[in-house]
């Protein structure tokens, strides 16, 4: 079974930006892998264990500079790694319908039986990759996925919580699972960079892909009218209610 776990790469969230003439300023702040992604890698790696035939493809879109995380990702124990790489990167073009976009060619170009994606983002929660991608691939999917439980050749078992009720199910492959498993405790040792050195990293140019960007979302900053606000002190109940319905 071929398996695709998206990875972001985002701003530390823990690390508090610098507020530059009220805009957000990102230059001192280190790049990492999204959390929730580390932690959908861990998952999947921990569940190959059991099924060691499975193959595990991390699919990652982003600039240059952000190739030297790779190998950290590599040392998890996945099998490869789909680095997209962006020219002239833009945040504003590439959000979640044009990623969700790429990743349909990737998945059919490469043949994949199961993508695993976060259910949010850790930078700025749009949560909807998952969903649009199951949707240009028509496939199933299942959300709020929290454990991998067991496989066969074409159907998966997956619990998911939801309003602290675990529920399972039976997934047909192939699917999308949107997931948000318990943050690992696993560390990369030098052993496991050492072991990624032969492992592969196949790179795309995101420019050859010819994609046409027509993202639906859009940002407006609104600013309110700068006017005098009249108010009224009321001393109890009564005038309160007057006011009101008067």
Known sequence: MKVGVTAKIIYDPEIEPVLNNGILCYEKSKRVIDPIDEANIAAIVKFKETYPSMIITVICLSKESDSNLLKHILGMGVDEIMFIKTINYDDSIIDGLTRAKVLK??????????????????????????????????????????????????????????????????????????????????????????????????????????????????????????????????????????????
């Open 105 to 246: 060619r990737l998945i059919v170009t490469e043949k994949y039986d199961l993508v695993i994606t976060g259910k949010s983002s850790s930078d700025n929660n749009s949560g909807f990759v998952g969903p649009a991608l199951a949707t240009f691939l028509g496939w199933c999917q299942l959300y709020y996925v929290c454990e991998l439980v067991d496989k066969s050749v074409d159907q998966l078992i997956v619990r998911c919580k939801l309003r602290n009720r675990i529920m399972t199910f039976v997934a047909k492959l192939p699917c999308v699972l949107v997931c948000e498993f318990d943050k690992s405790e696993r560390c990369v040792s030098m052993f496991d960079l050492i072991r990624a050195k032969n492992k592969k990293i196949k790179v795309k140019f995101m420019n050859k892909l010819n994609l046409i960007y027509n993202s639906c979302v859009s940002v407006v900053n609104y600013v309110g009218p700068n006017k005098v606000r009249k108010k009224k002190a009321l001393n109890d109940v009564n005038s309160l209610m007057t006011t009101l319905f008067s």
